[in-house]
C-alpha cells in the first residue's frame, strides 16, 4: 500500500466508448501524474499536475484528457480511442513536481481498447 | 527526449545469488531512484539516492549515486524467490529543458529460480 490508490483496476472499452480512470492519494502531496507504461517500453510520463495546475503535457492526444478537481484527485477521461491505446496507466504523486521529489505510484488500471 | 540505459534486460538466477544491474545517462542526474514492479501492480519504491556518491541500503538492497551524478547500481545480495520482478531505475535531470523530469530506464526482468 503505498498511499495512492486507482479505480478501476482492469477496464475494456470499445473504440466509441467513454470512460475514466481515477486516481487518490492519501500522502498529502501537491503534484499528481500520468503515466502510459505499455509492453517492452519505458514509462511514458503523460501529464503533471502542480498545486492542481496542469504544468506538463507531454503531446498527448487529445482523446485522454486529464482533470485534477484538487490535490488529492486526479482523473484521466478517455473517448474514442484506439487499440493501441491498450496499457497499463499510472498515477503517481509527490510533494511537488521540482527537480528531486520522489515519486509514488498507484497500482495501475489495466486498460484494454477493442 | 532524455533516456536511461538499463543493463542488463533480464537475469535468470538460482536463489542464493547475488544480483547487480546498473544504469546510465548521457546527462547528469540530480536524484536517482530505484523501483521494483510485480505484475499487475505499480512500481514500489526501493531506494532513492540525492547525493553523488551516495551508497544506501535497504535490507538485502544496496544502491549507488555515482561520483559523476551519471549512473547508479542496485545490487540484490542473497537473492529469494520474491525478488522475483522488474526492476526500474529512474533519475531526475539536473538541467535543460528537462530539468526536473523523471525519466525511467527499460527495466531489468528478474527471475529467480527456488
Known amino acids: 500500500e503505498t498511499g495512492v490508490t486507482q479505480t478501476p483496476r482492469h477496464l475494456v472499452m470499445g473504440m466509441t466508448n467513454k470512460k475514466s480512470l481515477k486516481c487518490e492519494q492519501h500522502l498529502g502531496h501537491n503534484a499528481m501524474y500520468w503515466y502510459k507504461q505499455s509492453a517492452k517500453k519505458p514509462l511514458e510520463l503523460m501529464f503533471v499536475y502542480n498545486f492542481k495546475e496542469q504544468t506538463e503535457n507531454n503531446s498527448v492526444p487529445s482523446r485522454f484528457s486529464p482533470e485534477c478537481p484538487n490535490s488529492s484527485h486526479l482523473f484521466l477521461h478517455l473517448h474514442t480511442l484506439q487499440p493501441e491505446d491498450s496499457a497499463l496507466y499510472l498515477c503517481a504523486s509527490s510533494r511537488a513536481s521540482s527537480g528531486t521529489d520522489t515519486q509514488y505510484f498507484g497500482p495501475g488500471t489495466r486498460l484494454t481498447v477493442l | ?114
Not at chain 2, 59 to 86: E, M, Y
Open chain 2, 1 to 114: 527526449g532524455q533516456q536511461l540505459n538499463q543493463s542488463p534486460q533480464s537475469m535468470f538466477i538460482q536463489e542464493g545469488e547475488d544480483v547487480s544491474m546498473n544504469c546510465t545517462s548521457s546527462s547528469i542526474f540530480n536524484t536517482w531512484l530505484w523501483y521494483k514492479q510485480e505484475p499487475g501492480e505499480g512500481p514500489v519504491l526501493l531506494i532513492a539516492l540525492y547525493k553523488a556518491g551516495e551508497l544506501t541500503s535497504n535490507g538485502r538492497l544496496t544502491a549507488q549515486f555515482g561520483i559523476t551524478r551519471k549512473d547508479s547500481f542496485l545490487n540484490i545480495s542473497a537473492s529469494i524467490p520474491s525478488d522475483v520482478g522488474i526492476y526500474f531505475c529512474a533519475g531526475h535531470d539536473a538541467g535543460g529543458t528537462s530539468y526536473g523530469k523523471l525519466t525511467f530506464g527499460q527495466g531489468t526482468i528478474l527471475t529467480v529460480h527456488p
